[in-house]
Structures are given as C-alpha cells and as structure tokens.
C-alpha cells in the first residue's frame, strides 16, 4: 500500500457509469493514488456493479479504492478501505469487517478530540473540513487550519483536508500539514453536462482533469512520507 499522501480524489454523484469510470481513469492517469467511490443515490446493484470496476481500475494502477460510508460493500468487492462520517459505524467495527490491512478513514469536521479518539479506536487518517467554502456541501462546519498543524505536532497518522478546496488553496493547505487533499468539484465541475457531450468534448475534459490531477499530485513531490 502507498503512503497515505497527496490528492484523494472523489467523483461526484449523478454520473452514469461510463463517464465515471473515465473521470476516475483520468485523475489515476494524472497520478492520483487514492479514489473515493461515493454514490448516495444509486440502488445496491448498481453500486456495487460500479465499485468493482473502480476497484479493477484502480489496482491496474497501483492505486486504493476507498468506499464512502458503506463498510458492507466495501467488504463485498474488495475495495482497499471504506470513509465513515459519523454515523456510518466505528473503526473498529470496520477494522473487523475489513481486515487488518484495510485503509479506514474517519470524517472528523472541526472536532480534535473527535480524531483523537477515532485514532485510539483504529483510524489510518482523519479528515478535517469543509476547510474552504464547499459546493457539495455548502452548509458543512468549517475547519480552521490550525487543525492541521496540531494534527502535524500530535498524530502520527495523516490528516486529511475536504470542502472547497481548489488547486489555488491546496498549497497553504499542504504547508498547514495537510497529507492528503479530498478533491470533489475542482477536479470534476467541468463533466456537467458531458453525458450528453460529443466525444471530443469529453476527451478534452478528461484530459484536462489528468492535468489538474497531475498539479495537485506535484504539490507533495517534496513531501517526506513518513
């Protein structure tokens, strides 16, 4: 398994499952190494019919799936670990489901005490956010940055940074001590409406979600990964 560093990339809800699939090919292609297979919307067939090809995408190229909320599917197509908010089960109950190698990665909004005992309880990295003003949750708690330069000082686990985030912010993020940026809209705002897009089209925007990909991977090339 890589070390848990660098762009956490997570496609949006509302895409069909050919446009997913390329979007996710895509930021794998720009050399992120972990991808968030997050759906709230679809029925369990198709879910788990999508998250064993991410999964199959994502080993072609070394890289962790990661399953939103669902420590059940997670499970039933092998995927590398699953993200619990808070109320979608404890890490142990994960660590149990999943094994000793999974990767389980635990929501922890504007709450330290919370990551503390999400660590104790058997967490690999705690997320922190919204850390900017996000779209696909515009309502969410903010998180101050100090958060992450005492998760620097005090965890030995990585902490991960979500909401809003651009390619503009990522680097005060990065030098905050954020070890893995939780990427949504920035990446993937320019599929709307690319279902119905011509094939060129859609090529021009996968290639340019590759390039901001590959951005955000740069900002950690001189990162220590221990």
Do not use: W
């Not at 890490?91 to 635990?106: D, N």
């Not at 955000?216 to 990162?223: A, E, G, I, P, R």
Request: glycine share 8%; hydrophobic share 45%.
């Amino acid at each position: 398994m890589r070390p848990l560093r660098g762009l956490y990339a997570i496609p949006p809800d509302g895409l069909d499952t050919p446009t997913r699939l390329a979007a996710s090919e895509a930021v794998l292609s720009g050399g992120c190494r972990l991808l968030q297979y997050r759906d709230k919307t679809s029925d369990t067939p198709k879910r788990r019919m999508e998250a064993n090809a991410l999964r199959d995408l994502c080993e072609r190229y070394n890289a962790a799936l990661i399953v939103n909320d669902d420590i059940a599917l997670a499970r039933a197509v092998g995927a590398a670990g699953v993200h619990l908010g808070r109320d979608d089960g404890s890490p142990v109950e994960a660590r149990r489901i999943l094994g000793a190698k999974a990767v389980i990665g635990v929501s922890c909004y504007d709450d330290f005490a919370r990551a503390r005992e999400m660590i104790v309880a058997g967490a690999d990295y705690i997320a922190f956010g919204a850390v900017c003003a996000s779209v696909t949750k515009p309502d969410a708690v903010r998180a101050p940055l100090e958060l992450f330069h005492r998760a620097r000082n005090e965890f030995s686990i990585p902490a991960c940074a979500i909401g809003g985030i651009t390619l503009e912010k990522a680097p005060s993020l990065v030098e905050a001590g954020a070890m893995l940026l939780a990427v949504i809209h920035d990446l993937f705002a320019s599929l709307s409406g690319a279902n119905r897009d011509s094939d060129a089209r859609l090529a021009d925007i996968l290639a340019g979600i590759t390039a901001r990909a590959r951005a955000y991977q740069s900002l950690f090339k001189d990162v220590s990964s221990s």
